[in-house]
């Protein structure tokens, strides 16, 4: 989580170095994210990721659900970037769409289940959402 909301604070914080046109304040702003922000992301991603799904898929579970999110979101942020900043004419447009994208990636977060003290052998325990909808059919 505190790496998250690290990232969502990222390009608030480095759009002053980077707008002063100074290579170095660039080259210090860029290499702070990247070196703290997104380490601290991709370091615990794995072994998240890979406690989400059972034994028999987990090498497919995290492989798809990493590959399906780097498509879905990743691919379009280029160019989403680009036509906020073109749009707004502000750095701080694109800083916006981050924390966005930040917030939204917390309340997921929020919304997966534990697996701490849980058998990396056993399935997973249905959820509450899942057997209220299985009980309805």
């Given at each position: 989580?505190?790496s998250?909301e690290?990232?969502?604070?990222?390009?608030?914080?480095?759009?002053?170095?980077?707008?002063?046109?100074?290579?170095?304040?660039?080259?210090?702003?860029?290499?702070?994210?990247?070196?703290?922000?997104?380490?601290?992301?991709?370091?615990?991603?794995?072994?998240?990721?890979?406690?989400?799904?059972?034994?028999?898929?987990?090498?497919?579970?995290?492989?798809?659900?990493?590959?399906?999110?780097?498509?879905?979101?990743?691919?379009?942020?280029?160019?989403?970037?680009?036509?906020?900043?073109?749009?707004?004419?502000?750095?701080?447009?694109?800083?916006?769409?981050?924390?966005?994208?930040?917030?939204?990636?917390?309340?997921?977060?929020?919304?997966?289940?534990?697996?701490?003290?849980?058998?990396?052998?056993?399935?997973?325990?249905?959820?509450?959402?899942a057997?209220?909808?299985?009980?309805?059919?």
């Amino acid at each position: 989580m505190a790496s998250s909301e690290a990232v969502g604070g990222w390009p608030s914080s480095s759009v002053a170095p980077s707008s002063t046109g100074s290579l170095i304040g660039v080259v210090v702003a860029v290499t702070l994210g990247w070196s703290i922000c997104h380490a601290a992301t991709f370091a615990v991603q794995s072994s998240y990721l890979a406690e989400l799904f059972p034994t028999e898929v987990r090498y497919s579970g995290a492989s798809m659900s990493y590959q399906m999110s780097s498509v879905i979101f990743g691919a379009p942020a280029g160019a989403i970037a680009a036509s906020l900043y073109a749009g707004t004419g502000s750095v701080y447009s694109v800083s916006v769409y981050v924390i966005i994208g930040c917030a939204v990636g917390l309340m997921a977060l929020t919304r997966v289940r534990e697996t701490f003290r849980t058998s990396l052998d056993s399935p997973p325990e249905p959820t509450r959402a899942a057997t209220a909808s299985r009980a309805a059919l």
